[in-house]
């Protein structure tokens, strides 16, 4: 009776077997494309250097005034832009400031690949049923994947450092925004396609003056979803040379450190509520705005 309380696995010598097959030949392929694949991010890490020198070489009142101006800005709310200061001046009295300063970074550069890839894949999807069935079990198998997961595959390709967790913290966090962009765009409606069409609109116009303004509230609760995901994993990245308020944790785990922990935990919480507040009230001001343009 013990096929019934031990399942009948794969023999262990086949098991070893494929799973050195299969580890041996992704090292091959590392050891070929590795180099090809840095060249091909060097543009991402000169940018990524760039973000992060700019934020933690300049004076941090320029860069308190400049976060201010931002969430003004997109929010038009005199209350969350003085949350945005007092949080960043809370930050920085907690010597804090530079880490938080390099996590912003990573975040904001992740999140701006993310939108760059993510939203012409979801017109795509939202465009073609045939796309949206391919991808969305691709989709599905990236957001459940435990998130330290994507840190072997790209360690083995590029090795350790910020360039490496900068493309696991943008894989990671990139599905809300492919996801959300096709649902704006399935959610327009149908009569307004059909009046564009009767204007004699193109695609090309349709897609850019009609879909994608009325889809853009629901976009942007796909930016504000990555925002928070790309933070999510810049934590996890630590482990592979990240710097940031990642490795402090990281740190405080390793060593029971309970309140550098804590402090780290709260910054990564106070650059959430920043960047969640003043997404989301951009959000509601785009939907405000097209509910007056559009009845």
């Known amino acids: 009776m013990d096929w019934l309380t031990k399942f009948p696995a794969m023999d262990t010598e086949r ?11 992704f090292r091959e392929f590392t050891r070929a494309n590795g180099d090809t694949f840095e060249t091909l991010l060097y543009p991402v890490q000169w940018f990524m250097y760039r973000v992060e020198t700019l934020l933690t070489q300049s004076p941090w009142p320029l860069v308190i005034l400049g976060f201010a101006i931002i969430a003004w800005l997109a929010s038009r709310s005199a209350k969350i832009t003085v949350g945005v200061i007092v949080t960043l001046l809370l930050i920085g009295y907690f010597d804090m400031w530079e880490d938080t300063m390099k996590t912003v970074a990573m975040t904001v550069v992740a999140t701006i690949m993310a939108i760059i890839i993510g939203i012409p894949i979801g017109i795509l999807m939202g465009r073609s049923n045939r796309v949206q069935s391919v991808i969305n079990p691709i989709l599905d198998v990236m957001q459940t994947m435990p998130s330290f997961v994507y840190l072997i595959p790209v360690v083995m390709l590029l090795g350790i450092g910020r360039v490496p967790g900068l493309i696991a913290v943008m894989v990671y966090a990139i599905p809300p925004i492919i996801r959300l962009t096709n649902l704006g765009i399935r959610l327009v409606d149908k009569d307004v ?19 994608m303004p009325l889809a853009l509230p629901t976009i942007m609760a796909g930016v504000n979803q990555t925002i928070m995901m790309a933070l999510a994993m810049v934590v996890v990245a630590s482990m592979i040379g990240v710097q ?52």
């Open 15 to 25: 098991l070893t077997a494929l799973k050195k097959a299969i580890d041996l030949g």
């Open 193 to 211: 396609l059909e009046a564009a069409d009767a204007f004699g609109s193109s695609n090309w116009q349709r897609l850019v003056n009609v879909q």
């Open 244 to 295: 940031g308020l990642g490795l402090p944790v990281l740190k405080a785990i390793a060593n029971q450190y309970f309140t550098l922990g804590i402090f780290n935990g709260l910054a990564i919480v106070g650059i959430a509520i920043i960047f969640d507040r003043t997404s989301q009230a951009y959000g509601k001001r785009l939907q405000k705005h097209l509910e007056v343009v559009h009845g």
